[in-house]
C-alpha cells in the first residue's frame, strides 16, 4: 500500500482520535483509499449507490468530491487557457474548479424507472446502470446498514464481472455485501442511525483523504 502524505495521514489520525470505535475499519478504510486513488491516476471514476438514507450518502460522497470539499481545487492551466475566448470562456476559466470524477447510481428517474418497467428482474437497476457506465480500472462502493440489500448486491456482481474494484460500507455484520466485495468496511453500531453516523464519519475521512492526495493546498 502506497505511503500516505503527511496531510493524509493527519487526516486519517484525526478519525481514530474522534472516534477510536473506528479503529477497526482502518484495514479496509485505508485499501479503499488507495483503491480510488489508483483509479483516479488511471483515468477511471468512482460509482455509488445505496438505499434511502445510504443512497443520500452516495449523493453527499459525490457532492464532496466532484468540487472543493475542504481544499483549493485549482483548475489545469491548459484547460483555463482554451477556455479563454469562448463564450463566457472568462468567467469559467475564473470560477470552475477542478473534480474527482465521483457517479451516485439511482439519481436518474427516467433511467430508473424505464429499467424498473421493461425489466422482469427486480432489484436490477444499479447493475444496469454499472454495467452502461463502469469499466475495468473504475471503483464501486455500495453501502448498506444489513449488507443485504439485493440491488446494491446485483450492482457488486455486475461490477466484478466487468473489472471494476468493489467495496461494501455495511454494519458490523457485513452481510452478503461484504462476503462479495473485494474489500468490506463493517461500522460498528446496533442500530441504523448508529451505523450510518459511522458511516457519515468514514466516508467523510476517506474524501477528504482522497482530495488532499490531489490538492493539499488548505482553502
Do not use: W
Request: aromatic residues 4%; proline residues 7%; contains cysteine.
Amino acid at each position: 500500500m502506497p505511503e500516505l502524505s503527511p496531510v493524509e495521514q493527519a487526516l486519517f489520525d484525526d478519525l481514530l482520535l474522534r472516534r477510536p470505535d473506528l479503529e477497526g475499519c482502518a484495514p479496509s478504510l485505508l485499501p479503499l483509499h488507495t483503491a480510488i486513488v489508483t483509479s483516479y491516476d488511471g483515468g477511471g471514476k468512482l460509482l455509488i449507490c445505496g438505499n434511502g438514507g445510504s443512497c443520500a450518502d452516495a449523493l453527499h460522497i459525490a457532492g464532496e468530491l466532484c468540487k472543493c470539499f475542504e481544499r483549493k481545487r485549482p483548475l489545469d492551466d491548459a484547460i483555463k487557457q482554451k477556455l479563454r475566448g469562448l463564450p463566457l470562456g472568462d468567467e469559467l476559466a475564473e470560477h470552475l474548479e477542478a473534480g474527482l470524477p465521483a457517479i451516485p447510481l439511482g439519481a436518474n428517474p427516467a433511467l430508473k424507472s424505464a429499467i424498473e418497467n421493461d425489466s422482469p428482474v427486480r432489484d436490477i437497476a444499479y447493475a444496469q446502470e454499472v454495467c452502461a457506465l463502469g469499466k475495468t480500472g473504475d471503483v464501486l462502493l455500495a453501502i448498506s446498514t444489513s449488507g443485504n440489500a439485493a440491488n446494491c448486491l446485483m450492482a457488486l456482481s455486475a461490477a466484478k464481472a466487468l473489472g471494476l474494484t468493489t467495496a461494501s460500507l455495511t454494519g458490523p455484520h457485513g452481510g452478503r455485501m461484504a462476503l462479495g466485495a473485494d474489500l468490506a468496511i463493517r461500522a460498528p453500531g446496533d442500530s441504523t442511525k448508529t451505523v450510518q453516523e459511522a458511516h457519515l464519519a468514514l466516508y467523510h475521512t476517506l474524501c477528504a483523504m482522497v482530495e488532499a492526495h490531489y490538492f493539499p493546498e488548505p482553502r
